[in-house]
């Protein structure tokens, strides 16, 4: 049984460009979350789909957004890149609004 | 009132040896509280969960301990071995909410 699945691993972007990151959640789980994590911190939530619509969001700018597909994979996606967006960007999925989050290996993103 | 504050950021222990992480938190709400284990490169991967009407749970070599008056919890891990050398993370979530992490303890268990 597949977990989370993210893509790409590893992604280097430049100051003002645009970037989409992708996530498969774990099969039976149709809830995903995304999470920033900055070197050395915990993971900060991004914000939360379900049902294919944005349902909570933690303290990120308007250029982070996101869409969930009917078949429950997610994209999240960051306009404008700042040096301070370079993290690990984190995806979980749960079933429903139940706990029991399970976490993919995440995207290593670098702005130069 | 968000915050979930870890201690220590960082702990050395020797084979065998009961590192011990401990949190605390201030919102009442919180309803659910996991801990995590994150290897370098991974992404963090659940170890154990704890409600708020249980004081302790068990689940192979890790133990939660909870102290809801004190609004604090904490992470035993028995007979450690170097392979439980990793950041871990607690956390805690309101029902149907976010998880508020803290920020991480770096284990490192000596041979």
Known sequence: ?112 | QQQVKQSPQSLIVQKGGIPIINCAYENTAFDYFPWYQQFPGKGPALLIAIRPDVSEKKEGRFTISFNKSAKQFSLHIMDSQPGDSATYFCAASRPRGKLIFGQGTELSVKP
Not at chain 1, 8 to 18: A, C, D, E, V
Not at chain 1, 92 to 101: E, F, I, Q, R, V
């Open chain 1, 1 to 112: 049984d597949a977990g989370v699945t993210q893509s790409p691993t590893h992604l280097i972007k430049t100051r003002g460009q645009q970037v989409t990151l992708r996530c498969s959640p774990k099969s039976g789980h149709d809830t995903v979350s995304w999470y920033q994590q900055a070197l050395g911190q915990g993971p900060q939530f991004i914000f939360q789909y379900y049902e294919e619509e944005e349902r909570q969001r933690g303290n990120f700018p308007d250029r982070f957004s996101g869409h969930q597909f009917p078949n429950y994979s997610s994209e999240l996606n960051v306009n404008a890149l700042l040096l301070g967006d370079s993290a690990l960007y984190l995806c979980a999925s749960s079933p429903g609004h139940n706990y029991g989050y399970t976490f993919g290996s995440g995207t290593r993103l670098t702005v130069v």
